[in-house]
């Protein structure tokens, strides 16, 4: 019997290059540039980061779905879910998602001294309403709105922070890049994928100490998702480093 399954290209360094750093144009283009201008001409905080993050991140799950169908499969859930390395997690795979989920808890402050080490090493000095809408991010205030009772707002910003920002970073850096680049960095494909992901975030990195921080987030990750050969305990070490938004917001709305 004739196998008919699609085989994958390996994604070498040049490639790689392009498919983290053209995303990470985007971003940057959308979070420092196009993000001060929204503010500065009268558009709120909430549209503002609906528009300047979510779409970005809703163009990187699209691109996942056409990279998918791009490599000649068909819409099945079982194609997909083999593809993106979906299948249900073993038990094995939950003792990984839970020392992710560790991680993700206690990470940050594991990290802290040695990322403090490098904190003089400076970037780039974040527009002023970056600094605006990242606190209303934190704090649920998003610009003094009044939030009591605003389940819309809760509803719109889940939708972003998990089925957009979870599904269209992990569906394509673990779904679709890290399968490929296993094929060309083998055993290795985890480290390069994690530090890849980690510069993808450069618009979050005004020093060198942040670059450092977000190690302890996207090597495991990478790390994991080879190990195992399954997308889930990257998605929900991602829900639960999101949840920290969200369970600010719910704060905020229900007081």
């Known amino acids: 019997m004739t196998d008919t399954t699609p085989r994958l290209k390996p994604i070498g360094w040049l490639a790689?290059?392009?498919?983290?750093?053209?995303?990470?144009?985007?971003?940057?283009?959308?979070?420092?540039?196009?993000?001060?201008?929204?503010?500065?001409?009268?558009?709120?905080?909430?549209?503002t980061f609906m528009i300047t993050f979510g779409l970005p991140l809703l163009a990187m799950l699209v691109a996942a779905l056409v990279a998918y169908r791009l490599e000649g499969r068909a819409w099945s859930w079982p194609e997909f879910r083999d593809r993106m390395r979906l299948r249900k997690p073993t038990a094995r795979d939950w003792l990984w998602t839970l020392g992710l989920v560790v991680v993700a808890i206690t990470g940050s402050a594991l990290i802290a001294p040695v990322a403090g080490l490098f904190a003089g090493v400076h970037f780039y000095t974040p527009p002023p309403e970056f600094v605006t809408v990242m606190t209303g991010l934190r704090d649920g205030t998003f610009g003094?709105?009044?939030?009591?009772?605003?389940?819309?707002?809760?509803?719109?910003?889940?939708?972003?922070?998990?089925?957009?920002?979870?599904?269209?970073?992990?569906?394509?850096?673990?779904?679709?890049?890290?399968p490929r680049q296993e094929l060309a960095f083998g055993k290795w494909a985890w480290l390069v994928n994690g530090i890849l992901w980690d510069l993808f975030h450069f618009f979050y990195h005004t020093n060198a100490a942040n670059v450092v921080a977000y190690l302890i987030a996207t090597i495991p990750i990478a790390f994991v998702a080879q190990r195992t050969r399954n997308t889930w305990p990257g998605i929900i070490a991602h829900f639960v480093a999101n949840s920290a938004a969200l369970t600010v917001l719910w704060k905020t709305i229900t007081a």
């Open 144 to 178: 003094g709105m009044a939030m009591h009772g605003r389940w819309d707002v809760f509803l719109m910003m889940a939708f972003c922070l998990v089925v957009l920002n979870i599904g269209g970073e992990e569906l394509w850096w673990r779904g679709i890049i890290l």
């Open 16 to 47: 790689s290059l392009l498919y983290f750093g053209i995303p990470c144009a985007v971003f940057s283009a959308s979070i420092l540039g196009l993000l001060p201008w929204m503010i500065r001409h009268g558009h709120s905080v909430l549209f």
